[in-house]
């Protein structure tokens, strides 16, 4: 798989929000990637097409993710747009948002997942 920008969807397909996030990112030249529950267990990396990930062998056949995560490997500055334009095409916020970095490329999608979902409340019991 070649390195380029993308973002990871979870809980997003087949969904009216997944429809108007794919419509905003293929508007922007992004890729967009719903990423399979049997793929849960392979590193980020590997999902965003970086290289010098091996792919897992196990696949996971636990359920789906209870909200939606949206995973991107992207700049700050092509977040920051997109984020924009999320907004000014009337998107639905996703409360779990990542961006891909050195320290979460290898990780898997249940490990990020239970950090952001950490991350989140604690931030939501900050700023209720």
């Not at 397909?13 to 429809?19: A, E, F, I, L, Q």
């Not at 108007?20 to 030249?29: D, F, N, Q, S, T």
């Not at 399979?36 to 990396?45: K, T, V, W």
Request: hydrophobic share 35%; net charge positive.
């Amino acid at each position: 798989m070649k390195s380029s920008t993308c973002v990871l969807l979870y809980g997003l397909k087949d969904t009216p929000k997944g429809v108007k996030v794919k419509a905003v990112l293929k508007k922007m030249g992004i890729e967009a990637k719903d990423i399979p529950l049997e793929e849960y267990y392979q590193p980020i990396g590997l999902l965003a097409g970086i290289p010098g990930f091996q792919k897992e062998e196990r696949k996971y056949t636990g359920g789906g993710f209870p909200d939606e995560m949206m995973v991107m490997h992207l700049n700050s500055s092509q977040v920051d747009a997109l984020l924009a334009r999320f907004r000014q095409e009337g998107v639905e916020r996703i409360d779990l948002k990542a961006i891909i970095t050195e320290f979460n490329r290898s990780w898997n999608s249940l490990q990020l997942y239970l950090e952001l979902h950490k991350e989140h409340e604690t931030m939501t019991r900050r700023n209720p």
